[in-house]
């Protein structure tokens, strides 16, 4: 009996960081080594032309995201990895899709929301994505697909516009169902108010990031005037979201460690949680797959990706009048 489909993607917009990890690549490896799907990761590049890039860095960002695939463990002999735009299917499906939008769903999507206020400026990429995302999706058959919850509305629209096609035109796609991992939410070691980002290099751990770099950001990391290490997000912001990478890194429930470091102060838990961290991250230091080999994995990956694909798009084209 065939395994459900499952798909999902990462953007290359520059280096990977600890919230890609714990909030992906983490969640994939296992899913990929549970034996109930059949998987499918790629890397999302055209997703990634939505916002200001340099073209000359692009193709490394992108083997950057299948190195990091790999250094997570990911198994291509596993998995289908691949390449979003070297199947250009992906973005036939997604005009197609264009054409039974309304715009007014689209204009509702709270990403587009945000990012549009008091802007004028913005491509209209930002406004089609989730019809990409949704094309990205549908193409492959796939009933499961792992997201976080600012994704849940995006694969929502995903499901409506399967039953859209599905009901004008007859029955062609599977309406997916989404795996909501638990997901924890990192935030900035130098304002744990702001979530970690790239845009702030200094409270933001890199999975590339040397020894030495992760241990000056923790040490470094926000934590307040006393020295109990307690989980509590309004009074104590840095030393909870420690915590929290401490867990999702090691699987020991914050409850226990607030006993293990009962009465032990920062500096014993900041040591402790540098070596989690540098233990965690060093096969994404070690992990240099040469550019020959990961082009090779992704162009194996894309012609599978590519069969699934084809034969989607026939029965689109059918479904729609179209010649083949």
């Not at 969640?27 to 990634?48: P, T």
């Not at 007859?170 to 997916?176: A, D, N, S, Y």
């Not at 990031?209 to 992760?214: A, G, M, P, Q, V």
């Not at 080999?293 to 479904?319: D, W």
């Amino acid at each position: 009996m065939a395994k459900p489909i499952l798909i999902s993607g990462i953007q290359p917009t520059g280096n990977l960081q600890l919230g890609n990890y714990l909030g992906a690549l983490k969640n994939f490896v296992e899913l990929q080594n549970s034996g109930k799907y059949d998987c499918y990761f790629f890397v999302a590049d055209y997703h990634s032309l939505t916002i200001d890039f340099n073209p000359k860095e692009k193709a490394n960002e992108i083997l950057a995201v299948a190195n990091a695939y790999l250094a997570a463990g990911l198994n291509p002999k596993k998995s289908v990895i691949f390449v979003q735009s070297q199947v250009p299917e992906s973005t036939e499906l997604a005009w197609i899709l264009n054409t039974i939008a309304p715009i007014g769903e689209l204009e509702r999507m709270t990403q587009y929301k945000e990012k549009s206020s008091n802007n004028d400026s913005i491509n209209a990429g930002l406004l089609t994505y989730p019809l990409l995302m949704a094309a990205d999706v549908l193409l492959y058959d796939a009933k499961f697909v792992p997201v976080g919850e600012d994704q849940l509305q995006h694969l929502e629209l995903t499901r409506t516009l399967a039953r859209k096609f599905n009901n004008k035109f007859g029955k062609t796609f599977v309406e997916p169902q989404a795996l909501l991992a638990k997901t924890p939410r990192i935030m900035s070691l130098i304002d744990p108010a702001k979530k970690m980002s790239k845009s702030q290099p200094e409270g933001c751990l890199f999975l590339n990031n040397t020894l030495e770099r992760i241990e000056e950001k923790i040490k470094k990391a926000v934590t307040d005037s006393d020295s109990e290490v307690k989980y509590n997000p309004e009074n104590k912001p840095g030393v909870s979201n420690l915590l929290i990478i401490y867990e999702a890194l090691t699987n020991i429930p914050i409850p226990k460690l607030e006993k293990k470091y009962k009465g032990k102060g920062y500096g014993e838990f900041k040591k402790d949680l540098i070596k989690v961290v540098t233990d965690s991250l060093k096969p994404f230091r070690e992990q240099k797959t040469s550019s020959a080999k990961l082009k090779s994995m992704l162009a194996t990956g894309a012609k599978k990706a590519e069969k699934l694909a084809l034969t989607k798009m026939k029965v689109v084209k059918e479904k729609l009048g179209l010649l083949n």
